[in-house]
């Protein structure tokens, strides 16, 4: 009975809401392969894998920052009332001291969530919040890029935002798709991901490899995953050896890496992305997370190569 | 008076190394035994072996069951070792380390009975240790906790009694005071004693035979008289000595026959 | 003063035992009291009582915050106690059998085991799997297991056998090279080397009630055995050879003890994680303050053990709010001006 009161409220506040974007993308979805919704289907209850959510959530607490991107890319800014300590984009995002690496059950309690998306589930999180009868969603760092979709995709259904979210994702491919196209002419250029200064880079098989992959570029990297793991640690020698043309850094923040130090690393003033000035900094909560903003990544090396000159 | 302890051919070896070999000896109930011999020739040995802590060839029998047959408990409660420097645990009372001797009749998980209180105050009495029952072993004087270490030896009512060097570090005084006590309460409980002494002159006087070991042999058991002559100490000491006899006993006087020229 | 000395000896003096029975009752309400959610404490206690069985009251508390009670503050702090007592209880024991002031749970290569196993399983991944199998603990208890099978066997090989010195230096080895593993495997993945240090510094954040049922009988049963053997363990004060010549068979003892305190150390660490000072700290303080028989020591450092890793982790939860120290840091932070004190108290030799 409560249940289907629940139902009809949230239909109707569907409707009444009678945004454009939810008419819009009743267009623009149809013609997508991705989450099909009309707004006269039920949108809840909704279930992924174990969880199932059964009505519109309107306190969301989002301990990943990507999720908090993703949440807010799709429009359910509204129904977030917290988010963990490193959610800090975009600005004006109700930030706490929650901790998404370190989650405390009680403290997330305390907020009184009806849905705390995580993307690990460390600490218990996960069984801590069920004994609490909270509903947890894990969504877990993307592998592939296919995957960050998936999860916008899920963020959009669970949170009664499918089609916002499916649009949010056609969007992202599609920029993807242009900017990949507008680095075709540098496909081929073999380059050097460094996630810290003890030389841990992330290979192909990585979600950043992926997306580096899109624009036709090589790792160095990959000759080095004996293990598969995915991230290896390569060696100073093996890098000079490998003479990459260009240098992406990811630790430009927590470790104050940029193109003077990289240079000044013995031996590595001969390489051809030193020489050629190709060392690129990137922002480091860009670079570690999958979400809307990711394609941002090409944009700054396309700027990058442009300043170089090539 | 039965033997209350035999031993036959015994032999401990450590490695190639032999420490005792073909050892013989017996001692009857209330008798004392003492072993006297050079440093080296096996004394202590001897002692751990018969108490069961050195592994040994041979016979060895404790109030006529050999020791191979007996289980630890069995064996502790048939002969109680005071060990040359025996290990006093700070701070422990002197109560408490006479009761230690109650172990042999406790199981793993059990505690001590009202007897084994009541056995423990009788044996502090009549070492003369009731006042002393509360105070920390540390903070006694030597005779005094010399007593206390043959209190606990007592107190595990054993018919054999070992006594490694019981009067090293005591004044004259305190080393008669022991030996006599030693001496009372064998004669009152029977008990046959095995004692090692470094001092020959007091060896003589207290234990009825001496036995002479030299390299880890018996090279003679006898009395006093018969064990300690200048031929004999002259052949396995190496020292030069006259022995004097009065009505007392024995006096053993080292003597120098060569000084070296200035 | 003959009066005196044949009353029935009873070496633990009852005003500590109640001292000891207060603490763990105090740390307990301090434990359900405090936390990210504030609750009145008359509620909370009301709450409590309320699971009594046949016992009814209306704690006032809305379902969620009997839920945060009962599932998140009750099972922890439940652990606190079961974790504390057992690793207390493991050093002193451990600290008799050995001779050895210094002896800890960890004693025998338990620690570098137990990290080993949580280790392998963290860096293949298996933490997000829990249930009656869950991989991890399993994991720790085995390798905290094997190394102390490792160690007596390197330790009964050699000409003295199983004496105390050469169990101690077997486990070091053991424990180095099992810590040199570990050490390998946490460096293969870089992203799981986080987890694996949580895990190794300790934690009682993961308390739940399947894991108190699952750590319950260990620590019931061992602490048991090691508590009845605190007779035998004053008899070992005075060394291996004269605890023989009274009976003692003194391999046995330590046999006993070692299996004993290394089953219940493996079942709390697989839990817990490492932590550390727990099973030092404890003891020696009861040892001062109480007296060095293991009567005493042992009965007192369940209690006092208890309480103090309540006590511990009640700070780990406050200190950085609602960030969680790890408690083995909490420990070892108290762990190093104790020592001091210890060391300046103690005019003998412990």
New interface residues.
């Given amino acids: 009975m409560k249940r289907g009161l629940w139902l009809v409220g949230a239909v109707v506040a569907l409707a009444a809401c009678g945004s454009s974007s939810t008419t819009l993308s009743a267009t623009t979805v149809a013609s997508e392969s991705s989450v099909v919704t009309t707004a006269a289907a039920p949108a809840f209850p909704v279930t992924i894998g174990d969880v199932t959510i059964p009505s519109k959530p309107a306190r969301v607490i989002s301990l990943s920052p990507t999720a908090t991107e993703m949440l807010f890319a799709m429009g359910a800014g509204p129904q977030v009332v917290a988010v963990d300590d490193q959610s800090d984009y975009p600005a004006g995002v109700p930030r706490t001291d929650l901790s998404g690496f370190n989650p405390n059950v009680e403290a997330i309690a305390a907020k009184n969530p009806d849905l705390v998306v995580v993307s690990n589930d460390t600490n218990n999180v996960v069984a801590g919040l069920g004994a609490l009868k909270i509903a947890v969603l894990v969504e877990p760092a993307a592998a592939t890029i296919d995957d960050s979709y998936k999860e916008m995709n899920e963020l959009g259904r669970v949170t009664g935002n499918a089609a916002a979210a499916a649009t949010e994702a056609s969007m992202m491919k599609q920029q993807f798709a242009d900017l990949a196209a507008q680095l075709a002419p540098h496909k081929g250029l073999r380059y050097y991901h460094e996630l810290d200064p003890t030389y841990y880079t992330a290979t192909s098989k990585t979600f950043l490899g992926a997306v580096y992959a899109l624009a036709g570029l090589a790792n160095i990297g990959d000759a080095a995953d004996s293990g598969g793991t995915g991230y290896p640690q390569l060696s100073a020698e093996f890098i000079v050896n490998a003479n990459p043309d260009v240098v992406f850094l990811a630790d430009t923040i927590c470790c104050g890496q940029n193109a003077s130090t990289v240079a000044a690393r013995d031996g590595w003033s001969q390489i051809a992305a030193v020489r050629n000035g190709l060392v690129i900094g990137l922002d480091d909560s860009i670079a570690s997370r999958w979400g809307p903003r990711t394609p941002q990544l090409l944009e700054a090396i396309i700027a990058a190569f442009k300043k170089a000159g090539i | 008076m039965s033997t209350a302890m035999r031993c036959v051919g015994l032999g401990v070896s450590v490695g190639a190394r032999a420490l005792l070999s073909d050892v013989s000896l017996e001692v009857e109930e209330g008798e004392w035994l003492g072993v006297v011999g050079p440093n080296g020739a096996g004394k202590s040995t001897l002692l751990r072996a018969i108490a069961g802590l050195a592994p040994a060839t041979g016979v060895v029998e404790l109030d006529a069951r050999p020791i191979g047959t007996l289980t630890r408990r069995e064996r502790a409660q048939r002969v109680a070792l005071v060990p040359q420097t025996p290990t006093v645990p700070s701070g422990m009372t002197v109560l408490d380390y006479v009761l230690l001797g109650r172990t042999p009749y406790l199981g793993f998980f059990a505690v001590e009975a009202p007897t084994d209180l009541d056995i423990t105050n009788d044996v502090l009495g009549s070492l003369d240790l009731l006042e002393l029952a509360s105070r920390p072993i540390d903070t006694l004087s030597g005779g005094e906790r010399q007593r206390v270490l043959v209190a606990r030896a007592l107190a595990q009512q054993s018919r054999i009694l070992l006594l490694d060097e019981p009067t090293t570090a005591l004044d004259i005084g305190h080393q008669q005071e022991v030996l006599e006590l030693i001496d009372k309460l064998r004669y009152e409980r029977g008990l046959a004693v095995v004692s090692t002494m470094h001092d020959l002159t007091i060896a003589a006087q207290y234990p009825d035979r001496l036995a002479l070991l030299s390299a880890g042999r018996v090279v003679t058991v006898g009395t006093g008289d018969e064990v300690l002559t200048e031929e004999h100490l002259a052949a396995h000491y190496g020292a030069t000595v006259r022995i004097l006899r009065d009505a007392d006993g024995i006096v053993v006087i080292p003597t120098r026959t060569k000084r070296p020229s200035r | ?2 009066a005196t ?2 009353r ?2 009873s070496r633990l003096p009852a005003r500590w035992l109640v001292i000891g029975v207060g603490l763990v009752v105090l740390a307990s309400l301090a434990g359900l009291a405090v ?3 504030s609750l009145p404490i008359g509620r909370v206690f009301l709450e409590v009582i309320d699971h009594i069985p046949f016992v009814r009251v209306h704690s006032g508390l809305s379902p ?1 915050q009997a ?2 009670v009962w ?3 009750l099972p922890r702090v439940v652990m606190g106690l079961l974790v504390g007592a057992m690793l207390s209880v493991a050093g002193g024991a451990y600290q008799g059998a050995f001779r050895n002031p210094l002896a800890d749970p960890y004693l025998l290569g338990v620690a570098a085991g137990a990290g080993l196993g949580a280790t392998v399983v963290i860096v293949a991944g298996g ?2 799997r ?1 249930g009656i199998v869950a991989p991890l603990p399993l994991a720790a208890f085995a390798g905290a297991l094997v190394a102390v099978v490792l160690t007596y066997a390197l330790g009964a090989s050699g000409e003295r056998r199983r004496s105390a010195t050469s169990l101690v230096l077997a486990g070091v080895a053991v424990a180095s090279f099992l810590t040199a593993v570990q050490t390998w495997v946490q460096q ?4 799981t080397i ?2 694996v240090f ?1 895990w190794i510094l300790g ?1 009682l ?2 308390a ?1 009630w399947h894991d108190v049922l699952i750590l319950l009988p260990y620590v019931v049963v061992t602490s048991a055995i090691l508590i ?2 605190r ?2 363990l ?2 070992l ?3 291996d ?9 003194v391999n046995q ?1 330590r046999l ?1 003890v070692v299996v004993a305190a290394s089953l219940g150390t493996a079942a709390a660490v697989s839990v817990s994680g490492l932590i550390a000072f727990v099973g030092i700290i404890v003891p020696h303080t009861v040892r001062l303050l109480a ?3 293991y009567r005493s020591i042992l009965p007192l450092s369940l209690l006092f053990g208890a309480a103090f890793l309540a006590f511990t982790d009640l700070l780990a939860r406050i200190v950085i ?4 120290l790890p408690i083995g840091v909490v420990t070892a932070f108290f762990g190093a001006p104790f020592f001091l004190i210890v060391l300046r108290s103690s005019r ?2 412990p």
């Avoid at chain 3, 050879?241 to 068979?249: K, P, R, T, Y």
């Fill in positions: 003063m003959i000395l044949t029935p000896h936390g990210p959610v969620r839920d945060i599932q998140l503050r933490t997000t829990s293969r993945k870089s992203d986080r987890e949580t934690r954040t993961t739940s009845a053997c007779r035998v004053d008899v004060s005075v060394g050879d004269e605890a023989s010549s009274l009976g003692v068979n003892v006993v007296g060095r028989s709010s609602p960030a969680e003998t030799s």
